[in-house]
């Protein structure tokens, strides 16, 4: 997906402030934070939304959903933090690279 910026922030084609970073997946801060600490989890395969998953993907989404409290947790949020994932236009997804947003305040 050359005209993704997700796919080039985890190709390094673009900067990004990165917090996490393993073979499946790449976490960064937000451009645009909605709360004191605002993260992006992506998987570094170009999945488009929720809506496109499929069975051959569940061990990816897996994989995320385990690492986001222990990067929360190491981003200051160990006390708790919020997850969303927007998916279509309807749910307010801008950019069509699925990302969890993991956002909360540090205590
Ligand atoms: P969504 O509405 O769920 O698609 O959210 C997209 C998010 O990506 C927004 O919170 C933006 O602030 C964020 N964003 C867009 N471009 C960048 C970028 N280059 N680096 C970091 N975050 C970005
Ligand atoms: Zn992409």
Redesign the pocket.
Known sequence: MTDC?FCK?ADKQ?P?DIVYEDNDMLC?????P?APVHL?LIPKQHLVSLAEVGPEHEALLGKMMVKVPEIAEANGLGYGFKTHI?TGKGG????FHL?I?IMGRPV
């Open positions: 910026i922030i673009i990004a960064f801060k937000d451009i645009n909605a992006l927007n307010g997804q801008e950019v990302h947003h």
